[in-house]
């Protein structure tokens, strides 16, 4: 298996564009929780989305909230979500599309360098791809202003991790699987993931304003959108042959269901609704 595998994490974003509007939503009520505890000086510097998928959040959450002529770019590993983004999210005079991977080494010469400093930095959703969440939180640091601040929204832990670390061990799926940890939260088996979080934040030289790690329901109006959905959040499908691709995704939702992380709801209405459960973890930090 090699390194580029762990990469291709997410290259459906019309898949994950048709499920993400819950996800989006989510994002608008986390930032407007967090947003007075944001300060924005009278020049705002440019600010970051990182990890910004399909350009959902930038473009109807994070840009109608800047400051006016607020510089905003977002950013990606995935150069199909950015196809995506510059197609379907486009504002020019205010977003800037470039590629990023947030844990590469030689940030200096990355696209997204040359707008550094960075005023804010919105990093939602992603952390729990990034198995080095140090790397992470530490060029985030470089990125930003002194006394400019980051949002961070981190999935702590999901059934559907768990499922994956059983189908890791089952002879259909183990071959696909090897590396299965690179894809599982790296908060999946904390005890106490606002501990570690915070912990390894102040160790990095912020000063952290806010943490904490709530449960999170989404809601999908139809089986199929959320299948959709989890098909476009799967890290492994690339991997499995076609023909057992159907079988991979059926046997990941039943174990999910199974383990109480997918949930329907027929109750007195007609249509079912259908339900992810997971646990998020939100923190604000400051520059020192
Ligand atoms: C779940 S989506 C979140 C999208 C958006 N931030 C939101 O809140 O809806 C995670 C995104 O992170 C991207 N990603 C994964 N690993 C990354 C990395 N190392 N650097 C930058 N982006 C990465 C994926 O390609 C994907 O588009």
Redesign the pocket.
């Known amino acids: 298996m090699d390194e580029q595998d762990v990469?291709i994490?997410?290259?459906k974003p019309d898949l994950?564009n048709l499920g993400?509007a819950p996800?989006?939503v989510l994002?608008a009520k986390q930032v407007d929780e967090l947003w007075s505890v944001l300060t924005w000086p009278r020049q705002p510097l440019p600010v970051l989305?990182?990890?910004?998928?399909?350009g959902?959040?930038a473009r109807k959450v994070l840009a109608p909230r800047l400051p006016p002529g607020t510089k905003l770019v977002a950013?990606?590993?995935?150069p199909e979500?950015l196809e995506f983004c510059r197609q379907h999210n486009a504002l020019p005079g205010t977003i800037t599309y470039e590629q990023?991977?947030?844990?590469q080494p030689d940030l200096e010469n990355s696209a997204v360098w040359q707008y550094a400093p960075f005023g804010k930095v919105?990093c939602?959703?992603?952390l729990h791809?990034?198995p080095d969440n140090r790397r992470?939180v530490q060029n985030i640091h470089k990125l930003l202003v002194p006394g400019g601040e980051v949002v961070f929204?981190v999935i702590a832990n999901m059934v559907f991790y768990t499922a994956f670390e059983e189908m890791a061990k089952d002879s259909r799926w183990a071959r696909y699987m090897q590396d299965v940890e690179q894809f599982v939260s790296p908060y999946q088996h904390s005890e106490d993931p606002v501990s570690d979080f915070r912990r390894l934040l102040q160790s990095e030289g912020y000063q952290v304003l806010h943490c904490d790690v709530a449960p999170q329901v989404l809601f999908f109006p139809s089986e199929m959108q959320r299948r959709d959905f989890i098909k476009s959040?799967c890290p492994f499908l690339n991997r499995v042959p076609e023909d057992q691709k159907n079988n991979f995704l059926d046997d990941w939702i039943q174990r999910s269901e199974k383990l109480n992380g997918l949930s329907k709801d027929v109750g007195s209405s007609e249509k079912p609704k259908y339900y992810t459960h997971f646990n998020i973890m939100v923190a604000v930090a400051r520059k020192l």
């Open positions: 990469y994490s997410m290259d994950y993400c996800l989006t994002a989305d990182v990890g910004c998928g399909p959902d959040v950013c990606d590993i995935s979500m990023l991977d947030v844990v919105f939602l959703l992603l791809w990034v992470a929204s959040v």
